[in-house]
T-cell receptor, first 112, second 115 residues
């Protein structure tokens, strides 16, 4: 079946450091999103990025669909960046069906 | 204004009971979803409805039944609750155009605890 793999599974940073999170997927995507789940459990949209590069403040993301990976960059990390980062890919199937698959997440802890 | 809302936020119940979780979106989207997040934080899709039609139906016990009275609502009814049903359930919505899943927006989640 379709697989979505994220790395690293866990990451500890000192405040101010930069990091790159990776998401590999095994099939063609119609949709790729990055989410941040904060310590209170809320799922916050970061990027909808099936291809190309986007930036939003200290965060940016790049998806290279032909090579089946996406990267999330966090610069000048802050303690509020702590939480779990998920990528989710969507692939539309035949017969009006589809797949939406989450990666297992990267747990980030930013220390002051 | 809350884009995707779920009620209740917390639900504690006994094994064997029947319960429902409600979801509403005011984004004008045509597609809604239910996800389950287990204790290991893994998120898995359960169901998806597009214009009130079921389009994703993963391997979920038939004790779980989604109901979509209209495009803005997707409720989840669970019969004969079991301990293993304890989890956080998230509702989401998006617009699907020509088969493409566009950006999903998630509700705040419902933490279900079965005793």
């Amino acid at each position: 079946g379709i697989q979505v793999e994220q790395s690293p599974p866990d990451l500890i940073l000192q405040e101010g450091a930069n990091s790159t999170l990776r998401c590999n997927f095994s099939d063609s995507v119609n949709n790729l999103q990055w989410f941040h789940q904060n310590p209170w459990g809320q799922l916050i949209n970061l990027f909808y990025i099936p291809s190309g590069t986007k930036q939003n403040g200290r965060l940016s993301a790049t998806t290279v669909a032909t090579e089946r990976y996406s990267l999330l960059y966090i610069s000048s990390s802050q303690t509020t960046d702590s939480g779990v980062y998920f990528c989710v890919m969507g692939a539309y199937g035949s017969g009006n069906t589809g797949k939406l698959i989450f990666g297992q997440g990267t747990t980030l802890q930013v220390k002051p | 204004d809350t884009a995707v809302s779920q009620t209740p936020k917390y639900l504690v119940t006994q094994m064997g009971n029947d319960k429902s979780i409600k979801c509403e979106q005011n984004l004008g989207h045509d597609t809604m979803y239910w996800y389950k997040q287990d204790s290991k934080k893994f998120l898995k899709i359960m169901f998806s409805y597009n214009n009130k039609e079921l389009i994703i139906n993963e391997t979920v016990p038939n004790r779980f039944s989604p109901k979509s009275p209209d495009k803005a609502h997707l409720n989840l009814h669970i019969n004969s609750l079991e301990l293993g049903d304890s989890a956080v359930y998230f509702c989401a919505s998006s617009q699907v155009k020509r088969g493409l899943y566009n950006e999903q927006f998630f509700g705040p989640g419902t933490r279900l605890t079965v005793l």
